[in-house]
Protein backbone atom coordinates (compact mmCIF):
# COMPACT_ATOMS: atom_id res chain seq x y z
CA UNK A 1 0.00 0.00 0.00
CA UNK A 2 1.66 3.41 -1.09
CA UNK A 3 1.44 6.54 1.24
CA UNK A 4 -2.23 7.39 1.43
CA UNK A 5 -0.96 11.53 1.71
CA UNK A 6 1.19 11.52 -1.20
CA UNK A 7 -0.81 9.64 -4.17
CA UNK A 8 1.27 11.51 -6.71
CA UNK A 9 1.87 7.86 -8.78
CA UNK A 10 -2.02 7.02 -8.63
CA UNK A 11 -2.74 10.90 -10.52
CA UNK A 12 -0.12 9.77 -13.07
CA UNK A 13 -2.00 6.15 -14.06
CA UNK A 14 -5.38 8.13 -14.23
CA UNK A 15 -6.74 8.90 -17.03
CA UNK A 16 -9.33 12.11 -17.30
CA UNK A 17 -13.02 10.66 -17.30
CA UNK A 18 -14.63 13.22 -19.87
CA UNK A 19 -13.71 16.22 -18.00
CA UNK A 20 -11.61 18.08 -20.51
CA UNK A 21 -15.40 17.30 -23.19
CA UNK A 22 -17.04 18.98 -20.76
CA UNK A 23 -15.11 21.75 -20.22
CA UNK A 24 -14.32 22.33 -23.42
CA UNK A 25 -18.01 22.54 -24.24
CA UNK A 26 -18.26 25.73 -22.23
CA UNK A 27 -15.21 27.33 -22.74
CA UNK A 28 -14.91 29.54 -26.06
CA UNK A 29 -11.54 28.59 -28.09
CA UNK A 30 -10.00 31.80 -27.12
CA UNK A 31 -10.75 31.44 -23.44
CA UNK A 32 -8.04 32.49 -21.01
CA UNK A 33 -8.30 30.03 -18.44
CA UNK A 34 -7.33 30.19 -14.77
CA UNK A 35 -7.02 26.83 -13.13
CA UNK A 36 -7.82 26.54 -9.58
CA UNK A 37 -7.68 23.18 -7.98
CA UNK A 38 -5.41 21.70 -10.29
CA UNK A 39 -3.60 18.92 -7.69
CA UNK A 40 -0.87 17.08 -9.31
CA UNK A 41 -1.99 18.29 -12.32
CA UNK A 42 -2.66 15.24 -13.90
CA UNK A 43 -5.14 16.48 -16.57
CA UNK A 44 -3.33 19.95 -16.53
CA UNK A 45 -3.20 20.17 -20.50
CA UNK A 46 -6.58 19.21 -20.88
CA UNK A 47 -7.57 21.63 -17.60
CA UNK A 48 -8.40 19.56 -14.30
CA UNK A 49 -11.29 20.54 -11.99
CA UNK A 50 -11.59 19.57 -8.17
CA UNK A 51 -13.99 19.45 -5.49
CA UNK A 52 -12.69 22.87 -3.50
CA UNK A 53 -16.07 24.22 -3.44
CA UNK A 54 -17.14 20.93 -0.60
CA UNK A 55 -14.97 22.74 2.56
CA UNK A 56 -16.86 22.51 5.49
CA UNK A 57 -16.61 25.95 6.54
CA UNK A 58 -18.90 28.44 4.69
CA UNK A 59 -15.92 31.10 4.54
CA UNK A 60 -13.69 29.06 3.04
CA UNK A 61 -15.87 28.26 0.03
CA UNK A 62 -16.97 31.89 -0.03
CA UNK A 63 -12.83 32.71 -0.32
CA UNK A 64 -12.82 30.46 -2.99
CA UNK A 65 -15.74 32.09 -4.62
CA UNK A 66 -14.72 35.14 -4.53
CA UNK A 67 -11.60 34.70 -5.41
CA UNK A 68 -13.11 33.29 -8.51
CA UNK A 69 -15.41 36.00 -8.96
CA UNK A 70 -11.97 38.95 -8.84
CA UNK A 71 -10.76 36.39 -11.58
CA UNK A 72 -13.41 36.14 -14.02
CA UNK A 73 -14.09 38.68 -16.72
CA UNK A 74 -17.36 40.18 -17.23
CA UNK A 75 -18.45 38.00 -19.64
CA UNK A 76 -16.01 34.92 -18.62
CA UNK A 77 -17.84 31.91 -17.02
CA UNK A 78 -16.65 29.74 -13.99
CA UNK A 79 -16.86 26.17 -14.00
CA UNK A 80 -17.20 24.37 -10.67
CA UNK A 81 -17.13 19.94 -9.57
CA UNK A 82 -18.96 19.34 -6.54
CA UNK A 83 -19.52 16.30 -4.86
CA UNK A 84 -23.00 14.18 -6.12
CA UNK A 85 -25.44 15.61 -3.73
CA UNK A 86 -26.79 12.15 -3.36
CA UNK A 87 -23.30 10.90 -2.55
CA UNK A 88 -23.20 8.34 0.39
CA UNK A 89 -27.00 8.55 0.27
CA UNK A 90 -26.51 4.87 -0.05
CA UNK A 91 -23.51 3.35 2.24
CA UNK A 92 -23.23 0.29 0.64
CA UNK A 93 -20.16 -0.37 -0.82
CA UNK A 94 -19.14 -0.04 -4.37
CA UNK A 95 -16.84 -1.20 -6.68
CA UNK A 96 -16.04 -0.01 -10.58
CA UNK A 97 -13.44 -0.17 -13.01
CA UNK A 98 -11.78 2.69 -15.16
CA UNK A 99 -9.07 2.42 -17.04
CA UNK A 100 -7.97 -0.47 -15.73
CA UNK A 101 -7.76 0.29 -12.38
CA UNK A 102 -10.39 -1.03 -9.86
CA UNK A 103 -12.07 1.91 -7.08
CA UNK A 104 -13.46 0.79 -4.77
CA UNK A 105 -15.49 2.66 -1.94
CA UNK A 106 -16.08 1.05 1.37
CA UNK A 107 -17.01 2.44 4.87
CA UNK A 108 -19.25 5.36 3.56
CA UNK A 109 -21.26 7.09 6.29
CA UNK A 110 -23.47 10.07 5.78
CA UNK A 111 -24.06 12.67 8.32
CA UNK A 112 -26.42 15.52 7.41
CA UNK A 113 -24.35 16.98 4.66
CA UNK A 114 -21.10 15.55 5.84
CA UNK A 115 -19.52 12.38 4.26
CA UNK A 116 -16.81 10.52 4.86
CA UNK A 117 -15.48 7.32 3.07
CA UNK A 118 -12.75 5.43 2.13
CA UNK A 119 -11.32 4.99 -1.58
CA UNK A 120 -9.07 2.42 -2.73
CA UNK A 121 -7.74 2.33 -6.03
CA UNK A 122 -6.23 -0.98 -7.08
CA UNK A 123 -4.08 -0.55 -9.98
CA UNK A 124 -2.56 -4.11 -9.98
CA UNK A 125 1.31 -3.78 -10.37
CA UNK A 126 1.21 -0.29 -11.06
CA UNK A 127 0.38 -0.13 -7.63
CA UNK A 128 -2.79 0.16 -5.00
CA UNK A 129 -3.62 3.35 -3.07
CA UNK A 130 -6.38 3.93 -0.35
CA UNK A 131 -7.45 7.69 0.75
CA UNK A 132 -9.40 8.77 3.49
CA UNK A 133 -12.26 11.44 3.06
CA UNK A 134 -13.81 12.79 6.71
CA UNK A 135 -16.00 15.39 6.99
CA UNK A 136 -15.84 16.96 3.71
CA UNK A 137 -19.61 19.13 3.05
CA UNK A 138 -22.04 18.12 0.39
CA UNK A 139 -23.88 21.04 -0.66
CA UNK A 140 -27.14 20.76 -1.66
CA UNK A 141 -28.30 22.86 -4.97
CA UNK A 142 -30.10 25.69 -2.49
CA UNK A 143 -26.65 25.91 -0.68
CA UNK A 144 -25.17 26.59 -3.73
CA UNK A 145 -27.08 28.89 -5.46
CA UNK A 146 -26.65 31.52 -1.97
CA UNK A 147 -22.79 30.61 -2.01
CA UNK A 148 -22.89 31.88 -5.05
CA UNK A 149 -25.16 34.74 -4.90
CA UNK A 150 -23.17 35.91 -1.79
CA UNK A 151 -20.05 35.66 -4.03
CA UNK A 152 -21.41 38.17 -6.49
CA UNK A 153 -21.97 34.78 -9.12
CA UNK A 154 -25.18 33.17 -10.61
CA UNK A 155 -26.09 30.25 -11.95
CA UNK A 156 -25.66 29.99 -15.81
CA UNK A 157 -26.90 26.25 -16.18
CA UNK A 158 -25.57 22.59 -14.12
CA UNK A 159 -23.79 21.24 -16.71
CA UNK A 160 -25.00 17.65 -16.29
CA UNK A 161 -27.83 16.02 -14.52
CA UNK A 162 -26.42 14.97 -11.43
CA UNK A 163 -25.63 18.23 -10.61
CA UNK A 164 -22.24 17.39 -10.13
CA UNK A 165 -20.69 20.32 -12.54
CA UNK A 166 -22.30 24.22 -13.14
CA UNK A 167 -21.53 27.11 -15.07
CA UNK A 168 -21.71 30.44 -13.08
CA UNK A 169 -21.21 33.72 -14.40
CA UNK A 170 -21.22 37.14 -12.96
CA UNK A 171 -24.17 38.19 -11.11
Known sequence: MRDPGAPFDLCRILEPAGEPELIHQEAPEDATILDLGCGTGRITHALIMSTLINRPDQTGRLALLAACRRHVAPNGV?????????????????????????????DVRREGPLISQSVEYD?????????????????????????????????????????RWLAATVA
Open 78 to 106: VLIERYDPEIGVDPRPTEREFAGITIRVT
Open 123 to 163: GGDRGKWRIRIDGRYVLNDDETLADLAAAGLRLRHWIDDRH
